[in-house]
């Protein structure tokens, strides 16, 4: 006996996707008893496919918030230290970047000017001769397409601007002294280069490339530097720690990183007669203003 398909086990179109098969035993009339199976399609209840809102809904723990804090606080130990890094190296680069342009300038202008140094435009005490042509912050700009400080005297530099006259890492707080006739000085020139209208020239520094010409600072009014000016901002540890960094242009033009140790050595304020490392004192004999 052939047996045909029941119409209920044809798939129709449309027909539901959630389906189940029940199978029965259905009486022969003849006497016999066949098995077929008998195909019908259900929809399955909507209760058991339907998650409701409050079985959707997982809140955390307290102990899941705690871990999760706990992960947070961790990160942050680790990477913080490392963006800080990252800034101040950041940092540290732009300030050399300024020296060197300064540097640029410098031997510019010493091509110019018969190999003599620009003046230090000190004043007595904590004053400047803003009018100098020949004073450092007058003379070099221009070689930087720069003005000079006296034509910027009505918007003097501030800490936070982006420009050769500024250190990066000098805190911006610095400019509430910034007031008329009173300048920020992020850069300061070796104060033995320069002696009271007596224009030093460069054949007689003895070593020029271990002689400061600029070095870091953060004074008010004060145009020069020596080694208690200088503010070393760079390196891993606090500010002005014997382990931390300054830059410093030398006089012929290139630029160095040291520690305060090794600035504030004696030696950084005397001319060693054979081969200094690194000195303010231009020639044997040297003293300042």
Same mark, same amino acid.
């Given at each position: 006996?052939?047996?045909?398909?029941?119409?209920?086990?044809?798939?129709?179109?449309?027909? #539901?996707?959630?389906?189940?098969?029940?199978?029965?035993?259905?009486?022969?009339?003849?006497?016999?008893?066949?098995?077929?199976?008998?195909?019908?399609?259900?929809?399955?209840?909507?209760?058991?496919?339907?998650?409701?809102?409050?079985?959707?809904?997982?809140?955390?723990?307290?102990?899941?918030?705690?871990?999760?804090? %706990?992960?947070?606080?961790?990160?942050?130990?680790?990477?913080?230290?490392?963006?800080?890094?990252?800034?101040?190296?950041?940092? +540290?680069?732009?300030?050399?970047?300024?020296?060197? +342009?300064?540097?640029? @300038?410098?031997? @510019?202008?010493?091509?110019?000017?018969?190999?003599?140094?620009?003046?230090?435009? +000190?004043?007595?005490?904590?004053?400047?001769?803003?009018?100098?042509?020949?004073?450092?912050?007058?003379?070099?700009?221009?070689?930087?397409?720069?003005?000079?400080?006296?034509?910027?005297?009505?918007?003097?530099?501030? @800490?936070?601007?982006?420009?050769?006259?500024? /250190?990066?890492?000098?805190?911006?707080?610095?400019?509430?002294?910034?007031?008329?006739?009173?300048?920020?000085?992020?850069?300061?020139? /070796?104060?033995?280069?320069?002696?009271?209208?007596?224009?030093?020239?460069?054949?007689?520094?003895?070593?020029?490339?271990?002689? %400061?010409?600029?070095?870091?600072? /953060? +004074?008010?009014?004060?145009?020069?530097?020596?080694?208690?000016?200088?503010?070393?901002?760079?390196?891993?540890?606090?500010?002005?720690?014997?382990? #931390?960094?300054? /830059?410093?242009?030398?006089?012929?033009?290139?630029? %160095?990183?040291?520690?305060?140790?090794?600035?504030?050595?004696?030696? @950084?304020?005397?001319?060693?007669?054979?081969?200094?490392?690194?000195?303010?004192?231009?020639?044997?004999?040297?003293?300042?203003?």
């Amino acid at each position: 006996m052939h047996l045909l398909p029941h119409p209920a086990s044809v798939r129709l179109p449309g027909a #539901s996707l959630f389906s189940h098969t029940a199978r029965s035993i259905v009486g022969c009339p003849t006497g016999g008893s066949v098995h077929l199976w008998k195909m019908r399609t259900e929809p399955l209840n909507p209760r058991l496919l339907l998650v409701t809102n409050r079985q959707c809904r997982s809140g955390f723990t307290l102990v899941e918030v705690l871990v999760v804090i %706990v992960i947070i606080a961790i990160l942050a130990a680790i990477l913080l230290p490392a963006f800080h890094g990252a800034r101040r190296k950041s940092q +540290q680069t732009a300030s050399m970047n300024n020296l060197r +342009q300064w540097g640029v @300038a410098l031997v @510019a202008s010493l091509a110019d000017n018969n190999n003599t140094f620009p003046a230090d435009g +000190q004043s007595s005490g904590a004053n400047i001769h803003l009018d100098q042509p020949e004073a450092w912050f007058n003379r070099l700009p221009p070689y930087m397409q720069e003005k000079s400080l006296l034509d910027r005297s009505s918007t003097p530099p501030k @800490a936070g601007e982006k420009s050769v006259w500024i /250190n990066p890492a000098v805190p911006v707080s610095l400019n509430k002294e910034v007031k008329e006739n009173r300048f920020l000085f992020c850069y300061g020139m /070796n104060y033995f280069l320069y002696k009271k209208d007596k224009f030093l020239s460069l054949p007689l520094i003895e070593y020029p490339g271990n002689t %400061v010409f600029m070095a870091e600072t /953060n +004074q008010i009014n004060y145009s020069v530097c020596n080694p208690t000016f200088i503010q070393s901002y760079y390196g891993e540890g606090p500010p002005n720690a014997p382990d #931390s960094i300054a /830059n410093f242009l030398f006089c012929d033009g290139h630029v %160095v990183a040291l520690t305060r140790k090794q600035f504030t050595d004696n030696k @950084a304020v005397t001319n060693d007669p054979i081969d200094p490392q690194f000195t303010f004192v231009p020639y044997t004999g040297a003293t300042a203003n």
